[in-house]
């Protein structure tokens, strides 16, 4: 269970069990009776139309924004750092590759899959012993372009 010390919500004016009902809220995939369950332990039932209430509560949704606003930026920097990674190990193993190391190849194909799951990219790989690495880039709809391996 999240805990209001990690989520730290600046909307001071909540209280802590509507602080815990918006982690738990945003936390569940937004499900208010949950929420509601979780944060007011002690209620013996009608889930559903309390969650419904508080979730409507002007303080609660500005929080339930803020929340979202700061893990989508989170989850944006999350993103860039990985791909900034991926294309980082990419550079190194295009090298080995590009001196004639075609298990690099193999690497390489098992990081753009990867890369492939953050970009949506559909990403190909050719290795061309006398040429070096030639990466096949595809995204969706357009028509494949070359990139040259390091060398």
Not at 9 to 38: F, P, S
Not at 85 to 96: A, G, P, S, T
Request: hydrophobic share 35%.
């Amino acid at each position: 269970m999240p805990s209001i010390k990690d989520e730290d919500i600046v909307v001071r004016r909540l209280t802590d069990k509507q602080q815990l009902y918006v982690i738990e809220y945003c936390a569940n995939g937004y499900n208010a009776a949950q929420a509601y369950k979780m944060a007011y332990p002690n209620c013996k039932g009608n889930y559903n139309k309390l969650g419904a209430e508080n979730k409507a509560k002007q303080g609660i949704k500005d929080a339930i924004d803020e929340y979202k606003a700061r893990t989508q930026a989170k989850n944006e920097y999350d993103r860039e750092q990985a791909m900034l990674e991926l294309n980082e190990q990419i550079d190194n193993f295009r090298k080995l590759a590009a001196r004639g190391n075609t298990a690099a190849g193999k690497v390489i194909v098992a990081l753009l899959r990867e890369k492939n799951c953050i970009t949506g990219l559909q990403q190909q790989v050719n290795i061309n012993k006398g040429d070096g690495l030639n990466i096949n880039i595809t995204e969706a709809g357009t028509y494949p372009r070359k990139v040259k391996g390091a060398g």
